[in-house]
């Protein structure tokens, strides 16, 4: 519950920070993502926009523009910079667009992905996590991303079809929802593999109906939670 409290009010913090944020986050843009391949030009700006310390709790706000995954509460992680701007760059967003994520955790992604596209749908499973990061999305106006509680397994059919969906967890397979959810022309990036060990980051586009899968990278997610079946 210590780390429900400080998640749900870290943002009233931020007048009080005494590390200069913004330097902090140019000097990751510059050597954690464009030293190593990051080009996309819109990735690039949300990830100078989005202040990612405002997505984890307190203690460890210090260490928000390290190249690390840091613990949000509910066994729950937020990915490393580079693994955000990678996922997100991979899918080649515009502002048109209409995203489905799967696994909100802290918001950061989502509010990533709201700096580039038109409307961002992000499901969470663990109810008080997707409740505390709604109020922090709504304090930081970001009018353009729904937070939905539910089994991300099953997708969103009522907004379906999406452009593109990102899925942050990792399941063992690649969920048939979703796929059928993606509009025709679409992407998907998911982490795929087993819930102990190395998950294989996969980028799907949707052709006529048929997948075309490629492998990316060796990646480490959360495992994908779904409600008892």
């Known amino acids: 519950m ?3 409290v400080l998640l749900c009010t870290y943002t009233l913090l931020q007048s009080n920070a005494p590390q200069d ?3 902090l986050r140019e000097k990751m843009v510059i050597e954690q993502l464009e030293a190593r391949g990051i080009h996309h030009d819109a990735t690039l700006q949300a990830m100078r926009q989005v202040e990612r310390h405002l997505f984890v709790p307190s203690p460890y706000q210090s260490y928000a523009y390290e190249d690390r995954p840091l ?3 509910f066994r729950q992680t937020i990915s490393q910079p580079f693994i955000v701007a990678s996922m997100t760059q991979m899918l080649d967003l515009s502002k048109d667009d209409r995203v489905l994520e799967i696994g909100t955790g802290s918001g950061y992604q989502a509010a990533v992905l709201a700096e580039i596209v038109a409307q961002v749908y992000t499901i969470e499973i663990v109810k008080e996590l997707a409740e505390c990061t709604k109020k922090l999305l709504h304090q930081l106006n970001y009018n353009n991303i729904e937070v939905v509680i539910g089994d991300g397994y099953q997708g969103l ?4 079809p999406f452009d593109a969906i990102i899925v942050t967890a990792a399941p ?3 969920p048939e929802p979703l796929v059928e959810q993606l509009k025709d022309g679409g992407k998907m990036i998911i982490p795929i593999g087993p819930t102990k060990g190395m998950q294989t980051l996969k980028l799907l586009k949707k052709k006529k109906g048929k997948l075309v899968v490629q492998d ?12 008892n079946r």
């Open 157 to 160: 059919r009522s907004a379906a």
């Open 21 to 23: 944020y913004k330097q």
């Open 2 to 4: 210590m780390i429900l």
């Open 216 to 227: 990316l990278m060796h990646v480490r997610f959360v495992p994908f939670t779904r409600k």
């Open 71 to 73: 613990p949000i509460g």
């Open 172 to 174: 063992e397979k690649i």
